[in-house]
C-alpha cells in the first residue's frame, strides 16, 4: 500500500496545536475537520485544556489509548520535534507537519530543526507531509484538515501543491465556476513526501481522472520523471511552475526552500515527463475541469453552436488558433440540420440559431453532428440565464409565474439530457457561457461535468488541451 | 454636438415591437427599460393594444402628440422601411433598428432592405444604430433598452460592440468580478452609426474612462484610425478582433455582413490607432477594469505585498514575465519595513507577512513603499474571505459572533482605506484573490474602483497594460 493511502484515508487523527482559541490556525483546521463530515475518531492533543472544541481533548498521545493513523501538527516550530518523537513511540507512522520555521526560514536553524524531524520520522518509519503546509482535503472520506472551511466535495480533480493557497484558498473560485476537487495535498516544504510520491500515489486512485501540480522546484528529476511517465499514461497530470524568474526564484527560497531553475529547464522536464504545463492556476482548474469531466476527441474537428454571432464568431477563431478546425458541414448534414432548424445559411459551421432559447433543439442538433463522423468535439453557446432574464417581465406580467415555472422544470431537464450527450458519442462538449455555475442555468452542467467558461478563449485552450493528452498518452 | 449624445440620452422614447407577450424580444426590451429607473417619456407603438406592460400604447407614432428624441424598432424585417419612414415624418432623428434580416441574411433581399433604410434614414437625417443589434445601456441617464435586465450600473467603462452578446450577454460575468457599466452601444450592422463614431463620441464623455471595442471589422479604416488615435491621447482604448481566421471569418460574414481581414493587418491597424488589442472579453474586462480604477504607473517596479508564499511567488513570476520587475527593495526601505512586520528577511520584495490577516498592516506597508519611490506599483494578495472563514468555527465557539462583528466591521473600513492609497500617492494597486465580488471581504475595494483578479497572471497583464498605455498616451 502507497504510504500516502493510509495517510489521505486515516481512520483516526490525533491533533496538535487546536485549542478553544479561534484565532488559531490549529483552531481553525480542528473545526473543519469537525464540520466536513469526518467519520473517523479525532484526538486533540493540549497540554491543559479537557476539551477541545466541545470534544475530549487528551494531555499526551500516549493517553489516547488506542492506535491512531494520522497526527496533524500545528506547532511553534521548536517543539514539533518532541511532539513527532511522540508520536513516534505512540505508533503512529503518518504526520502532516503544518509548522512552519523550517527550511525556508532565514539563518541556519531552521534547516537543522527540518534535519531533526527528518531523523525522528525516519527512526519510527513515519512518512510525513509538510513541514511549512496547510493540511489535506479527501472528499472521499470527507477529511479537510486545511484551514479553509468548504471545500466543493466531490469531483474527479485531485491536486498536489507546494503553495498551500493553490490547494485551500481556492476554494471560492472553484465554487463560483462548479467545479469540485477530490484529494488535495499540501506538500510544503517536501521534508519527506514530495510530489513525485503524491504522482505515485494519485496514478491508482480510481476516482481522481486528472492531476494538478503548483510547481516551484522538483527536488528529485529523475523520480520525478519517472513517476510522471507511468502516470500519464493512466491519467493526465497539469503542471504551473513560477520559479523560472529571478524573483520568483527569490520568492521561492524564502517560501518552501526551494531551489528553482529556469523555465526553458523546465518545460523540458515537462515534456519529458508527459506533464502538460499551464500558465497559471485558472488556466490549470480549466484544464483539469475539461478532463475531468469530458471523453478526449478522436481528432481537432469541431463543431460550434451557438444562439448568438459574436460567441460563435469569437469561438470559431479561438479554436482555429489554437490549431484546431472549424470545418465546413456537409451539404447531407447541413440539410440534416436544416430539417431541424430551417435556417440552411446558418447551419454550415458554426451553426448560429440566433435568439434562439430551445434547448431541446440544441440537443437534437448536437447529437445529428456528433453522429455524422464530421467532428470530434463540440462548442456550445446559448444557454440563457432564465431566473435572471424576467427579472423587468415579472413585474409587469404576474402571469408571466406560470410560464416560467413549466420552462424552467423543462430548462433543467433538457440541460441534464445536454450534459448526457458527449458520454453517449464519445466525444466532447464544451460549453461558453457568461453565467456562474451559481444560476440554476449552469448548474445541471457543472454538476454532470460539462465545464462552462466565460470565454472564448479559455473554451478552446481546454478543448486543445484534450486533444494534446490524447497525443500524449498514446504516444 | 455628436449625434450619439441625443441618441444615448433621449428624454422620450418610442418603442415598436414590445406587446404583452413575454416571449417577445421587443417586450423584454421594453420590461427593461421601465424596469431600470429610466425618467424619460416611452411610448409604445402597438397596432391593436391599448396598453402594453401597463402604460398606453399608441397605434400610430403620428398619435403620440409629443416631441420624441429616439425610437426603437424590434420589428419583422421587412416592415422597418415604413416604421422609420413615419418615424422620420414625425420628427424623429435618432433610432436603434434591433430588427435583424439585413446584409447579414442570405441571399439579396437583406441588402437591398438594408440600402432601403439608409435612404430613408437619409431622406429624413436620422441617424441610427445597427440594424442587426441589441440595443443602448446608459448607466448615465438609467436607460436600459436592451433583452438583459440588471446591467451592473456605474463605473467608467463604455463599450461599443460589433456583437450584441458582448454587451448585454455579459452582465452576469462582470456581476461576479465587481466590474461596473457606464455605457454600451450595440452597432450591429453599422448601416449607418460605426465603431468609428462610437469612438469620437466617447471621447467626449467624462465620466468615461476606457472604452472596450469588439471587432469583426473596421468599415471605414481612415476614419478609425483617426478617430481613435486623437481618442487615445484622452482615453485608452482596448478591442478584441476576431475575425482573424478562416472560420471566424466566415462566421463574421453571417453574422454582421462584415467582411474581415486577417489577424496581422488588424494587429497593424490597432497599432497605428494606438489601440490596444486583448485576447478575448474576459482579457478585455480586466484591461478595462484597471485602466477605469487605478493611476498609470510612473515605470515598471513594482512591489509585491502577500500573506501566503505561493501566491506571492506566483506574482512575482508573471510580473516579471510581463516585462515589468521586482526590485530588491534597498536596505533602508527594508529596516522602514521590519520595524511594522519584525520579519526583516520577508520584506525584501515580496513583502511575505505569512498567514497575517491584519490589513492595517497591509496598508502601512503598501504606503511606505509608494512613498520611497522605490516601486511605480503595487500587488497584493492576502484578503481573507473573513465571513467564509468563520462557518465551522461558529458551530463550535458560538462567542465567536462578537468577535466576529468586531472584526468585519474593522475590515470593511480597513478596505476602504486601503482602497484609497493608490489615488493618495498616484501609483496603481491591483489585488489578487480567489474570493469573488459577492463577498464582504473583496465587495469594498471594487465599489472603490481596485481591480481584483483570480490570478497572479491577469493581475500582471493588468498592470502592464496601464505602463503600455502611459507610453501610447505619451508618444
Given at each position: 500500500?502507497?504510504?500516502?493511502?493510509?495517510?489521505?484515508?486515516?481512520?483516526?487523527?490525533?491533533?496538535?496545536?487546536?485549542?478553544?482559541?479561534?484565532?488559531?490556525?490549529g483552531?481553525?483546521?480542528?473545526?473543519?475537520?469537525?464540520?466536513?463530515?469526518?467519520?473517523?475518531?479525532?484526538?486533540?492533543?493540549?497540554?491543559?485544556?479537557?476539551?477541545?472544541?466541545g470534544?475530549?481533548?487528551?494531555?499526551?498521545?500516549?493517553?489516547?489509548?488506542?492506535?491512531?493513523?494520522?497526527?496533524?501538527?500545528?506547532?511553534?516550530?521548536?517543539?514539533?520535534?518532541?511532539?513527532?518523537?511522540?508520536?513516534?513511540?505512540?505508533?503512529?507512522?503518518?504526520?502532516?507537519?503544518?509548522?512552519?520555521?523550517?527550511?525556508?526560514?532565514?539563518?541556519?536553524?531552521?534547516?537543522?530543526?527540518?534535519?531533526?524531524?527528518?531523523?525522528?520520522?525516519?527512526?519510527?518509519?513515519?512518512?510525513?507531509?509538510?513541514?511549512?503546509?496547510?493540511?489535506?482535503?479527501?472528499?472521499?472520506?470527507?477529511?479537510?484538515?486545511?484551514?479553509?472551511?468548504?471545500?466543493?466535495?466531490?469531483?474527479?480533480?485531485?491536486?498536489?501543491?507546494?503553495?498551500?493557497?493553490?490547494?485551500?484558498m481556492?476554494?471560492?473560485?472553484?465554487?463560483?465556476?462548479?467545479?469540485?476537487?477530490?484529494?488535495?495535498?499540501?506538500?510544503?516544504?517536501?521534508?519527506?513526501?514530495?510530489?513525485?510520491?503524491?504522482?505515485?500515489?494519485?496514478?491508482?486512485?480510481?476516482?481522481v481522472?486528472?492531476?494538478?501540480?503548483?510547481?516551484?522546484?522538483?527536488?528529485?528529476?529523475?523520480?520525478?520523471?519517472?513517476?510522471?511517465?507511468?502516470?500519464?499514461?493512466?491519467?493526465?497530470?497539469?503542471?504551473?511552475?513560477?520559479?523560472?524568474?529571478?524573483?520568483?526564484?527569490?520568492?521561492?527560497?524564502?517560501?518552501?526552500?526551494?531551489?528553482?531553475?529556469?523555465?526553458?529547464?523546465?518545460?523540458?522536464?515537462?515534456?519529458?515527463?508527459?506533464?502538460?504545463r499551464?500558465?497559471?492556476?485558472?488556466?490549470?482548474?480549466?484544464?483539469?475541469w475539461a478532463?475531468?469531466?469530458?471523453?478526449?476527441?478522436?481528432?481537432?474537428?469541431?463543431?460550434?453552436?451557438?444562439?448568438?454571432?459574436?460567441?460563435?464568431?469569437?469561438?470559431?477563431?479561438?479554436?482555429?488558433?489554437?490549431?484546431?478546425?472549424?470545418?465546413?458541414?456537409?451539404?447531407?448534414?447541413?440539410?440534416?440540420?436544416?430539417a431541424?432548424?430551417?435556417?440552411?445559411?446558418?447551419?454550415?459551421?458554426?451553426?448560429?440559431?440566433?435568439f434562439?432559447?430551445?434547448?431541446?433543439?440544441?440537443?437534437?442538433?448536437?447529437?445529428?453532428?456528433?453522429?455524422?463522423?464530421?467532428?470530434?468535439?463540440?462548442?456550445?453557446?446559448?444557454?440563457?440565464?432564465?431566473?435572471?432574464?424576467?427579472?423587468?417581465?415579472?413585474?409587469?406580467?404576474?402571469?408571466?409565474?406560470?410560464?416560467?415555472?413549466?420552462?424552467?422544470?423543462?430548462?433543467?431537464?433538457?440541460?441534464?439530457?445536454?450534459?448526457?450527450?458527449?458520454?453517449?458519442?464519445?466525444?466532447?462538449?464544451?460549453?461558453?457561457?457568461?453565467?456562474?455555475?451559481g444560476?440554476?442555468?449552469?448548474?445541471?452542467?457543472?454538476?454532470?461535468?460539462?465545464?462552462?467558461?466565460?470565454?472564448?478563449?479559455?473554451?478552446?485552450?481546454?478543448?486543445?488541451?484534450?486533444?494534446?493528452?490524447?497525443?500524449?498518452?498514446?504516444?
Amino acid at each position: 500500500m502507497h504510504p500516502l493511502k493510509q495517510l489521505m484515508y486515516p481512520s483516526s487523527l490525533a491533533f496538535y496545536g487546536a485549542s478553544n482559541n479561534p484565532l488559531k490556525m490549529g483552531t481553525m483546521q480542528l473545526a473543519n475537520v469537525l464540520g466536513t463530515g469526518y467519520q473517523g475518531k479525532v484526538y486533540p492533543i493540549h497540554p491543559t485544556e479537557s476539551e477541545v472544541l466541545g470534544i475530549p481533548a487528551y494531555k499526551n498521545i500516549a493517553d489516547v489509548g488506542a492506535p491512531v493513523d494520522l497526527a496533524q501538527l500545528t506547532l511553534p516550530t521548536e517543539v514539533v520535534p518532541q511532539a513527532l518523537d511522540e508520536c513516534g513511540k505512540a505508533g503512529i507512522r503518518r504526520a502532516v507537519v503544518i509548522s512552519g520555521g523550517f527550511k525556508e526560514a532565514a539563518g541556519d536553524r531552521g534547516g537543522q530543526l527540518e534535519q531533526e524531524i527528518k531523523e525522528i520520522a525516519n527512526r519510527h518509519g513515519i512518512r510525513f507531509l509538510g513541514p511549512n503546509c496547510v493540511g489535506i482535503f479527501n472528499s472521499l472520506c470527507s477529511l479537510n484538515s486545511t484551514t479553509i472551511p468548504r471545500p466543493p466535495m466531490g469531483g474527479k480533480i485531485a491536486l498536489a501543491s507546494q503553495s498551500g493557497a493553490y490547494t485551500a484558498m481556492i476554494n471560492p473560485l472553484l465554487r463560483s465556476q462548479g467545479i469540485k476537487i477530490c484529494q488535495t495535498m499540501s506538500v510544503g516544504n517536501e521534508a519527506d513526501i514530495d510530489l513525485a510520491d503524491c504522482l505515485e500515489y494519485l496514478r491508482d486512485e480510481p476516482e481522481v481522472k486528472a492531476i494538478g501540480l503548483y510547481v516551484e522546484t522538483i527536488r528529485r528529476p529523475r523520480a520525478f520523471i519517472e513517476a510522471a511517465r507511468e502516470t500519464v499514461r493512466k491519467k493526465p497530470v497539469v503542471a504551473i511552475y513560477v520559479g523560472g524568474t529571478e524573483a520568483g526564484s527569490r520568492s521561492s527560497m524564502s517560501h518552501t526552500g526551494a531551489l528553482t531553475g529556469p523555465d526553458e529547464v523546465y518545460d523540458g522536464l515537462f515534456r519529458q515527463a508527459g506533464v502538460m504545463r499551464a500558465d497559471d492556476i485558472d488556466q490549470m482548474l480549466d484544464l483539469l475541469w475539461a478532463f475531468a469531466g469530458q471523453p478526449l476527441p478522436p481528432g481537432g474537428r469541431m463543431a460550434v453552436i451557438t444562439n448568438s454571432g459574436g460567441p460563435g464568431t469569437s469561438l470559431s477563431y479561438h479554436i482555429e488558433k489554437e490549431g484546431l478546425s472549424v470545418p465546413v458541414f456537409s451539404p447531407e448534414l447541413s440539410e440534416r440540420l436544416d430539417a431541424v432548424t430551417g435556417r440552411l445559411a446558418f447551419v454550415r459551421n458554426p451553426i448560429d440559431l440566433t435568439f434562439e432559447a430551445n434547448l431541446l433543439l440544441f440537443k437534437q442538433l448536437l447529437e445529428i453532428v456528433f453522429e455524422s463522423g464530421e467532428v470530434d468535439g463540440a462548442f456550445l453557446y446559448g444557454i440563457f440565464g432564465w431566473p435572471e432574464f424576467m427579472v423587468n417581465l415579472e413585474k409587469r406580467l404576474p402571469d408571466i409565474k406560470e410560464i416560467e415555472e413549466t420552462w424552467e422544470a423543462n430548462y433543467v431537464e433538457f440541460l441534464k439530457q445536454l450534459a448526457g450527450v458527449p458520454e453517449a458519442y464519445g466525444k466532447p462538449l464544451i460549453v461558453m457561457s457568461f453565467i456562474g455555475a451559481g444560476s440554476t442555468s449552469i448548474s445541471p452542467l457543472t454538476e454532470h461535468d460539462v465545464p462552462v467558461f466565460p470565454s472564448a478563449s479559455r473554451a478552446a485552450r481546454a478543448m486543445r488541451a484534450l486533444l494534446a493528452y490524447r497525443n500524449i498518452r498514446d504516444s
